[in-house]
Structures are given as C-alpha cells and as structure tokens.
C-alpha cells in the first residue's frame, strides 16, 4: 500500500470545510452567487431570465470567467514554480488566501448590502469566486491524491457504491479506505456550510476572518513541512 502522502489527513477536512463555508457565505450575501459550486450559477441565470424581479444576473454571469480566471493563474503559476523546484503548494495556498482577503474586504466595504449589486459587492463576488478557481485547480494540481473538497457529488457518489460492496461482502481495505478518504472532505464541508450561515448573520463578511485564519495555518504547514523535505535531500 502506498504512503499516505504527507498532510493528507489535516488537508482533506480543512479544505473541504473552506469550500463550503465560503461557497455557502457567498450565497447568503452575495444574493445567490455560488463561489465554490460555480456551475450552480448557471440555475441562479435560468431564474433570472425566467422572472427579473428575483436576483440580479450580471454578477452570476461574471462569476464564471473569474472561476476560469482562477483556474488558469493557477495553473501557469504552478508550471512556472514547478520548473524552478518550488514550493508550489504553498505558493497556491498564498494567491488563494489574498483572494480571500480580497473577498472580505470588498465585501466589508459593500455593506449593508442592499438590493442591487454595487461595485464593492461586485468585486468581492469575483475575488471569492476567482479564489475558489484557484482552490479546485490546487486539488487537481496538486492534491490529487485527496477526495475532490469543493464538489461533493462525487464524493457521495463514491461513498454509496462503496457502501453498497460492504454491504454485499465484497469489500476490502481499499474500500474501506476510500471510504474515510471521502468522508471526511464531506463532513468538513457540511459543517463549513452550517458555520458560515450562523457567523454571517451574526458578523456579516467579517465572518470571512475564520476561513483565512483555516487558510493561514495551512500556509504554515505546508512550508514547514517543504521546508523540511527539501533540508532531508
């Protein structure tokens, strides 16, 4: 059986828990907006269209390039950090909490939010969103080795039909070790989501603090721990 990688067992909840309190805070505030689920968007525009009086569309319809955006900065940074031996990890964990940085504080800025999507708000929205582009590609970058923390389809999808092989006998440690691999991203992101909606009603972005403090002490883990890779080569 290979070596569990490094960090795996902190990374998996941690992020997953990140996700869903960011995606589920943006939506509270930021009047639909998924930052994390950003297909999601695409439901929020077919409501849009259909009845204009329910949310605004042109944030949801920007979402989608700044996603992208995301993606796309994290993968030539990768590349980039990568052909020069880096610590590419903790380079993708920086630009992910700047944009969360940037998300809290514009988002601050823009409040009370009101009805209409101002530019403040606009801003924050794309900053989150861009932030979670630059999260998903982390995972497949770099942590593929984890459960996916930002979509949870799969992961349940995968607990089932592993549960099913139990329950017919025909499992064995692999399963049974794919199903703690799944699980717990799962658990950290139910419980990001339940988190996000109590503190932003109670602190508003501010709440925002809790994900980058999360975020932060990844960033330290992650050095410390390249840092000591690279002194035991």
Known sequence: MDA???????????LGFLAGY???LGFVALFGLFTAHVTGNFVMIGISLADHSKMSILLKFLAFP???????????????????????????????WLLLAGFMFFGCLAEPIGKDVSDMAMASGLLGTAAMGVHSA????????LAPTSMMTGNVTQMVLDTVDVLRGMSDGAT??????????????????????????????????????????????????????????
């Open 4 to 14: 569990v990688p490094p960090n795996s067992r902190l990374y998996g909840p941690s």
């Open 22 to 24: 960011v995606d589920t």
């Open 66 to 96: 700044a996603f992208i955006l995301g993606i796309a900065i994290t993968r030539l940074m990768v590349l980039s950090v990568e052909r020069s031996k880096g610590p590419a990890l903790t380079y993708a964990f920086v630009m992910q």
């Open 176 to 233: 049974r070790a794919r199903c703690v691999k799944f699980l717990w991203p799962l658990v950290g992101f139910a419980i990001g989501c339940i988190a996000a909606a109590f503190a932003y009603m109670a602190y508003g972005f501010a709440a925002l603090a809790l994900p980058l403090i999360i975020l932060g002490s990844l960033i330290v883990v992650e050095h410390r721990t390249a840092r000591a890779t690279a002194l035991a080569k």
């Open 138 to 145: 982390t995972s497949r970058l770099l942590l593929a080795h």
